[in-house]
């Protein structure tokens, strides 16, 4: 499968509580409809609470992230790898969904255990069709997706900063 992400980026005016002020990182497989996880809303959870065996965790300030209003109690794990986990979802070049808890659990073992590593509550989901109808009433900017703004952007700077991009005129300087 091929990596095939995008961020959709909540216009101002989108009212609906679960999206406002939120920059989405959505893939759509071949088969099904689009989904991602909501990158910049952090939960007031620490993974240390979640996570409670791992004393890799133990005094660490990672949190975990609202991922989307599906599935609210299920996590989603979103890591950075340079070799393909088995069964992830490729989302962007060395950045992949994954479900394998045995893999996590691995991650998690490490000096480093949140490196390259994101936890989500939930997820985002579309129906067929319905996402590409919020697109054109303009409840959503597209924009390419990057890793960087996933694993190292402050998330209370990621919305203003890429609705900034997306509603910046580009215009050519001709000398």
């Known amino acids: 499968m091929q990596a095939n992400a995008i961020f959709l980026v909540a216009s101002p005016g989108l009212q609906d509580p679960n999206f406002r002020e939120s920059v989405v990182l959505v893939t759509h497989p071949r088969e099904g409809s689009p989904w991602g996880v909501i990158i910049n809303r952090p939960l007031e959870?620490?993974?240390?609470?979640?996570?409670?065996?791992?004393?890799?965790l133990k005094d660490r300030k990672e949190v975990l992230f609202f991922g989307g209003p599906v599935s609210r109690e299920g996590l989603v794990f979103l890591v950075q790898s340079?070799?393909?986990?088995?069964r992830a979802v490729p989302v962007?070049?060395?950045v992949y969904f994954i479900s394998d808890l045995d893999w996590i659990d691995g991650l998690l073992q490490r000096p480093e255990p949140t490196r390259g590593l994101r936890v989500y509550a939930g997820y985002s989901g579309w129906a067929p069709g319905q996402l590409q109808r919020e697109i054109a009433r303009g409840g959503w900017h597209v924009l390419p997706a990057d890793a960087a703004t996933v694993f190292e952007m402050d998330p209370a700077h990621i919305w203003p900063e890429l609705i900034k991009r997306a509603t910046t005129k580009r215009t050519l300087h001709v000398q």
């Open 45 to 56: 959870r620490r993974l240390s609470e979640v996570f409670t065996e791992y004393e890799s």
């Open 82 to 86: 340079s070799k393909p986990p088995q």
């Open 92 to 94: 962007l070049r060395d």
